[in-house]
């Protein structure tokens, strides 16, 4: 094991700092001479460091089966050795990852083998066999297997026979022509028959794409087109050949072993699939008046290979090295593909790895790598020397602005959250006078210039949170200051007697005049008997708490943390109307500083005074029976409170803490489990005791979430509702000749809302499928109150169960 990571280190550094062809060939050549001496030895390490490195850092994975192929072309009984074990550790890695459905990975290992059937390692027609096993499994119908066959199975193995076959076409078409056109052809019936039924079957798409269909390409899509192209000009070698011919006289010995029979595991109902991928069309170069790119010339086809190729480097260079940000952006930029693979210049390797981190950024339900990592990886991009991605990067977000009313709720989200963080890198510098027409004052009646206006605003809101007020000010031209909103001071009710009492309070609590608990409940008690005035009692608490608390967040943790089981021992006295009081209290307090009021909630959220349903309903506010009677004015305050990004973001910040906790408790069931089989006689009680406890914390975790989730359908529908009755009166008010201008305003302010709440509906349903899976349409038409249907969400839940069925396989009848 030693040796193999030894092997692993030294083998991982082959192919750093490169400048040209000539460079990776040396460090090639230099790796062979190195591990030749030990290879009689240590072949099986090789072989195992080989794997290993190629999965790590898929970037490489070229050099790597060159490496391989060098290594095993001298015809010894070490060679023979070394290729049989290495094809069957292939083959058990495989099978390995195929059971844990780790579509990466298993991209990478294919892809390894192809290029070592290149190196001639490998026997072409066995390894064609393999990737006719894969593609067979694709084509199989859902109902072939006992276990099924969902679509999103059938994707994946579409995805890694296609993208495996662009990297060793050529070497196939040379040595089994009529088998690859046997394979082509199973390959193109597969995207025909997916084709067909996706038209013939409600589309799920609009639960996981990040924009306008018009602006993303799936990857499926695309591959079709990139085996067209590849088919059509006979497999061309100059994209993936360069190095084999560097090395051509040797690898011409090559021993071209079968590779060993590949088993492929049934579909369970624990696999978990790979969601459809999609590319956004950002940073590349659109004409000026196309507003459907997907449907333009902006990808030549003459460059469609070339794109591919490059595309998937700088994809596997942005994955691999996720763990080393720094190091991430270096390979990209001196791995540069106009010197070592020379059919991509320098310009189109900076705007293909901005549109690849920008599409990483985007992907739903979540990111596959840490969203903070993209955020730190364009950042370093933009600070190499020399480097032109800040152009192209200006370009992505001139476009991305520009489209601002085509974005799914979230993903506008994480874009404002990015170019915001990106901005407090570079002194909040910007084009902003390019952006100054969102404050015209007739913004609100043109629905895309008003996501313009929110867009720029959440920026701004968000800046304002990484730096301080005048700063913000001070970068930004006059008109747009008016989007800036100075963080308000807390606020008390000064003439009711409560706010007095608290005051006092409150100079008890901090420094050196602090009293124990049973002082401030005697002081509290006297003023306000616990069995006439529980309601001023506890009010007056919690406004002593808060002010006490308000200097900093420290504070106010110091402070609550001490006078806790005071709080607790009022909450148990009346606790509902305890919780609905106390984020009254705080709500009101810290009304003009959403950053304090998310603080404090969450705070009373994790010492369980508060539970998630209500810690929900303090940031998404109801609608009141006023407005359930058709009135409604521009500057209504839920309707204000509802155009507030923060709330939003807010709710999603709960769900992934709850998501957190359910993860916790499934590890810790998970250690509790393993210990108590395997404790001693004198151990079985305390694990036992344990394993309870941990079984008890992870049901409650799971009860939580599925509260939260129902909690949030119902409470998006009954806003929903109310808000389909407002456009529907405005929309009568407008037919019978009022204010024209005033309607328009406020039907696109009633539109951003429902974008809002569907958004929030769609996140909710495509990040708890599990807890939908388990949830009959009944249940959910109770629980939402379903009296009156809403086309938007009966079309939202068709959505869902077909995304059900390409997931699970399975026909989910919700009615």
Same mark, same amino acid.
């Given at each position: 094991?030693?040796?193999?990571?030894?092997?692993?280190?030294?083998?991982?550094?082959?192919?750093?700092?490169?400048?040209?062809?000539?460079?990776?060939?040396?460090?090639?050549?230099?790796?062979?001479?190195?591990?030749?001496?030990?290879?009689?030895?240590?072949?099986?390490?090789?072989?195992?460091?080989?794997?290993?490195?190629?999965?790590?850092?898929?970037?490489?994975?070229?050099?790597?089966?060159?490496?391989?192929?060098?290594?095993?072309?001298?015809?010894?009984?070490?060679?023979?050795?070394?290729?049989?074990?290495?094809?069957?550790?292939?083959?058990?890695?495989?099978?390995?990852?195929?059971?844990?459905?780790?579509?990466?990975?298993?991209?990478?290992?294919?892809?390894?083998?192809?290029?070592?059937?290149?190196?001639?390692?490998?026997?072409?027609?066995? #390894?064609?066999?393999?990737?006719?096993?894969?593609?067979?499994?694709?084509?199989?119908?859902?109902?072939?297997?006992?276990?099924?066959?969902?679509?999103?199975?059938?994707?994946?193995?579409?995805?890694?026979?296609?993208?495996?076959?662009?990297?060793?076409?050529?070497?196939?078409?040379?040595?089994?022509?009529?088998?690859l056109e046997s394979l082509i052809q199973k390959i193109f019936s597969f995207h025909q028959h997916r084709t067909t039924n996706k038209e013939q079957e409600p589309s799920f798409e609009q639960l996981l794409l990040p924009m306008d269909a018009n602006w993303v390409v799936e990857k499926v899509s695309k591959l079709r087109k990139v085996m067209e192209r590849a088919v059509a000009e006979k497999w061309p070698r100059k994209y993936v050949s360069w190095l084999y011919d560097a090395f051509d006289t040797t690898l011409a010995r090559g021993l071209e072993t079968n590779l060993p029979l590949l088993s492929i595991p049934l579909?369970?109902?624990?696999?978990?699939?790979?969601?459809?991928?999609?590319?956004?069309?950002?940073?590349?170069?659109?004409?000026?008046?196309?507003?459907?790119?997907?449907?333009?010339?902006?990808?030549?086809?003459?460059?469609?290979?070339?794109?591919?190729?490059?595309?998937?480097?700088?994809?596997?260079?942005?994955?691999?090295?996720?763990?080393?940000?720094?190091?991430?952006?270096?390979?990209?930029?001196?791995?540069?593909?106009?010197?070592?693979?020379?059919?991509?210049?320098?310009?189109?390797?900076?705007?293909?790895?901005?549109?690849?981190?920008?599409?990483?950024?985007?992907?739903?339900?979540?990111?596959?790598?840490?969203?903070?990592?993209?955020?730190?990886?364009?950042?370093?991009?933009?600070?190499?020397?020399?480097?032109?991605?800040?152009?192209?990067?200006?370009?992505?977000?001139?476009?991305?602005?520009?489209?601002?009313?085509?974005?799914?709720?979230?993903?506008?989200?994480?874009?404002?959250?990015?170019?915001?963080?990106?901005?407090?890198?570079?002194?909040?510098?910007?084009?902003?006078?390019?952006?100054?027409?969102?404050?015209?004052?007739?913004?609100?009646?043109?629905?895309?210039?008003?996501?313009?206006?929110?867009?720029?605003?959440?920026?701004?809101?968000?800046?304002?949170?990484?730096?301080?007020?005048?700063?913000?000010?001070?970068?930004?031209?006059?008109?747009?200051?008016?989007?800036?909103?100075?963080?308000?001071?807390?606020?008390?009710?000064?003439?009711?007697?409560?706010?007095?009492?608290?005051?006092?309070?409150?100079?008890?609590?901090?420094?050196?005049?602090?009293?124990?608990?049973?002082?401030?409940?005697?002081?509290?008690?006297?003023?306000?008997?616990?069995?006439?005035?529980?309601?001023?009692?506890?009010?007056?608490?919690?406004?002593?708490?808060?002010?006490?608390?308000?200097?900093?967040?420290?504070?106010?943790?110091?402070?609550?943390?001490?006078?806790?089981?005071?709080?607790?021992?009022?909450?148990?006295?009346?606790?509902?109307?305890?919780?609905?009081?106390?984020?009254?209290?705080?709500?009101?307090?810290?009304?003009?500083?959403?950053?304090?009021?998310?603080?404090?909630?969450?705070?009373?959220?994790?010492?369980?005074?508060?539970?998630?349903?209500?810690?929900?309903?303090?940031?998404?506010?109801?609608?009141?029976?006023?407005?359930?009677?058709?009135?409604?004015?521009?500057?209504?305050?839920?309707?204000?409170?509802?155009?507030?990004?923060?709330?939003?973001?807010?709710?999603?910040?709960?769900?992934?803490?709850?998501?957190?906790?359910?993860?916790?408790?499934?590890?810790?069931?998970?250690?509790?489990?393993?210990?108590?089989?395997?404790?001693?006689?004198?151990?079985?009680?305390?694990?036992?005791?344990?394993?309870?406890?941990?079984?008890?914390?992870?049901?409650?975790?799971?009860?939580?979430?599925?509260?939260?989730?129902?909690?949030?359908?119902?409470?998006?529908?009954?806003?929903?509702?109310?808000?389909?009755?407002?456009?529907?009166?405005?929309?009568?008010?407008?037919?019978?000749?009022?204010?024209?201008?005033?309607?328009?305003?406020?039907?696109?302010?009633?539109?951003?809302?429902?974008?809002?709440?569907?958004?929030?509906?769609?996140?909710?349903?495509?990040?708890?499928?599990?807890?939908?899976?388990?949830?009959?349409?009944?249940?959910?038409?109770?629980?939402?109150? #379903?009296?009156?249907?809403?086309?938007?969400?009966?079309?939202?839940?068709?959505?869902?169960?077909?995304?059900?069925?390409?997931?699970?396989?399975?026909?989910?009848?919700?009615s």
């Amino acid at each position: 094991m030693e040796s193999k990571q030894r092997l692993v280190h030294f083998l991982a550094r082959v192919g750093d700092k490169l400048k040209s062809k000539g460079d990776l060939e040396a460090q090639v050549s230099k790796a062979v001479d190195t591990l030749r001496p030990k290879f009689a030895v240590e072949y099986k390490e090789i072989a195992s460091a080989l794997l290993e490195c190629s999965t790590q850092l898929p970037h490489k994975s070229v050099a790597y089966a060159v490496l391989g192929g060098v290594l095993a072309a001298s015809g010894s009984e070490e060679c023979h050795s070394f290729v049989q074990y290495l094809g069957d550790s292939i083959c058990d890695r495989l099978q390995r990852d195929l059971q844990s459905c780790s579509y990466r990975t298993c991209r990478a290992v294919f892809r390894f083998c192809a290029n070592l059937t290149q190196a001639a390692v490998f026997n072409p027609k066995s #390894f064609l066999r393999w990737l006719e096993l894969v593609i067979d499994e694709a084509l199989k119908p859902s109902d072939a297997d006992p276990g099924g066959n969902p679509l999103s199975r059938k994707d994946m193995f579409y995805l890694l026979c296609t993208n495996t076959l662009l990297w060793c076409g050529n070497i196939l078409q040379e040595r089994c022509a009529s088998e690859l056109e046997s394979l082509i052809q199973k390959i193109f019936s597969f995207h025909q028959h997916r084709t067909t039924n996706k038209e013939q079957e409600p589309s799920f798409e609009q639960l996981l794409l990040p924009m306008d269909a018009n602006w993303v390409v799936e990857k499926v899509s695309k591959l079709r087109k990139v085996m067209e192209r590849a088919v059509a000009e006979k497999w061309p070698r100059k994209y993936v050949s360069w190095l084999y011919d560097a090395f051509d006289t040797t690898l011409a010995r090559g021993l071209e072993t079968n590779l060993p029979l590949l088993s492929i595991p049934l579909h369970s109902k624990n696999h978990i699939y790979p969601f459809p991928d999609y590319e956004l069309f950002l940073g590349i170069d659109i004409p000026n008046d196309n507003t459907d790119p997907n449907n333009s010339s902006m990808e030549d086809e003459d460059d469609i290979l070339r794109d591919f190729y490059a595309s998937e480097l700088i994809s596997d260079t942005i994955s691999s090295l996720k763990d080393n940000h720094s190091l991430a952006a270096a390979v990209l930029l001196s791995f540069s593909f106009s010197k070592v693979e020379p059919f991509v210049n320098d310009m189109q390797t900076y705007a293909l790895a901005i549109r690849a981190i920008l599409s990483k950024m985007a992907h739903l339900p979540m990111t596959d790598d840490s969203i903070l990592y993209y955020h730190v990886l364009l950042i370093d991009l933009c600070c190499m020397e020399d480097s032109q991605a800040p152009l192209k990067l200006l370009i992505a977000v001139e476009q991305m602005f520009a489209v601002a009313d085509k974005y799914d709720a979230e993903v506008f989200d994480r874009w404002t959250d990015w170019f915001a963080r990106h901005l407090s890198n570079f002194g909040y510098k910007w084009n902003w006078d390019d952006w100054v027409f969102v404050t015209d004052e007739k913004t609100y009646e043109d629905e895309k210039q008003m996501y313009q206006l929110i867009f720029c605003k959440d920026v701004l809101q968000k800046c304002l949170r990484l730096s301080y007020f005048e700063h913000i000010c001070n970068s930004v031209p006059t008109p747009l200051r008016q989007l800036v909103t100075e963080p308000g001071k807390a606020t008390l009710d000064e003439t009711e007697e409560e706010t007095a009492v608290a005051k006092q309070l409150a100079k008890h609590m901090i420094g050196k005049e602090r009293k124990s608990i049973a002082e401030i409940e005697e002081l509290l008690s006297v003023r306000f008997p616990f069995d006439t005035a529980l309601s001023s009692a506890f009010r007056t608490l919690c406004r002593a708490l808060l002010v006490s608390g308000s200097k900093t967040f420290s504070h106010f943790d110091v402070v609550l943390e001490h006078y806790l089981d005071l709080l607790r021992k009022l909450f148990a006295m009346d606790r509902p109307n305890m919780k609905r009081w106390i984020v009254s209290e705080m709500s009101n307090y810290w009304q003009s500083s959403p950053q304090h009021l998310e603080y404090v909630l969450e705070k009373l959220w994790s010492y369980r005074l508060i539970d998630c349903s209500t810690l929900f309903d303090a940031a998404i506010p109801l609608f009141g029976h006023n407005n359930n009677n058709n009135q409604l004015v521009e500057d209504d305050p839920v309707l204000c409170q509802l155009m507030e990004t923060w709330r939003w973001k807010f709710v999603r910040k709960v769900f992934d803490r709850v998501r957190e906790h359910v993860e916790i408790a499934k590890e810790e069931l998970n250690m509790a489990a393993q210990a108590a089989s395997q404790a001693t006689e004198g151990e079985i009680d305390a694990a036992n005791l344990r394993l309870k406890t941990a079984q008890t914390a992870n049901d409650n975790a799971i009860k939580e979430q599925k509260e939260i989730f129902l909690h949030a359908l119902r409470r998006a529908y009954a806003i929903l509702q109310v808000l389909e009755k407002l456009e529907e009166h405005n929309s009568t008010d407008k037919a019978d000749g009022n204010d024209m201008s005033l309607s328009l305003r406020l039907h696109n302010k009633i539109s951003l809302c429902k974008w809002r709440v569907v958004g929030l509906m769609k996140e909710t349903i495509r990040k708890h499928l599990d807890l939908l899976e388990t949830t009959s349409w009944e249940s959910l038409k109770a629980t939402l109150n #379903f009296q009156v249907p809403l086309q938007a969400v009966q079309f939202l839940f068709e959505e869902s169960k077909q995304l059900l069925k390409y997931c699970r396989g399975k026909t989910f009848h919700f009615s």
